[in-house]
């Protein structure tokens, strides 16, 4: 029996033993797919640093071409609204100088007729008279009608002014249409 346990003894150590190597081998294996793992976790980060690192320069660049692009067009966008403006402020004032000239020659050419035409009328008899009842004040009295002694009559349907009978029964003045 002391062999036997001795044997059985032997037997359970020996694939001990076994189980032992073969838990060693598993573990080797393990370990060695670990760091294959590790090995091409490596790799994929170099390259995906590699990659990240091309991408962002091509996005640089990429922005810094749209960048300078959108300069470009707010420059041409200005100076093309610039040059509008311009045209349109000489067409505005050019044209309106033109209008604005014709109109003042015109009300200045007029304003000189209807002052010839005054100055010609005041030096007539009936404008030195005109103006001889201006001077007295008068002449306002006498084109409204206003004043002591003087009426408005309607006749053929127009408005004349005549004086009041005197007390005689005289009419002094005249009509005035």
């Not at 509008?84 to 033109?98: K, T």
């Amino acid at each position: 029996t002391d062999e036997r346990e001795l044997d059985d003894g032997l037997a359970a150590f020996d694939q001990l033993g076994r189980e032992m190597a073969e838990t060693n081998r598993l573990l080797r294996a393990v370990r060695s797919d670990q760091e294959a793992r590790n090995r091409q976790e490596r790799t994929l980060s170099a390259e995906m640093q590699t990659a990240l690192k091309q991408a962002t320069g091509a996005s640089q660049k990429a922005l810094q071409a749209a960048k300078t692009e959108i300069r470009s067009s707010l420059l041409w966008t200005a100076l093309t609204a610039l040059l509008i403006v311009l045209v349109a402020f000489s067409g505005g004032y050019f044209f309106g100088q033109q209008a604005g000239t014709e109109k003042g020659q015109a009300e200045g050419y007029q304003a000189a007729r209807d002052e010839k035409a005054a100055a010609s009328w005041a030096n007539t008899p009936a404008g030195q008279r005109a103006y001889g009842l201006d001077q007295l004040g008068n002449l306002d009295l006498v084109t409204q009608c206003r004043g002591q002694g003087w009426r408005i009559e309607r006749q053929h349907g127009q408005d004349y002014c005549y004086p009041y009978l005197d007390v005689q029964q005289m009419v002094h003045g005249w009509a005035i249409p």
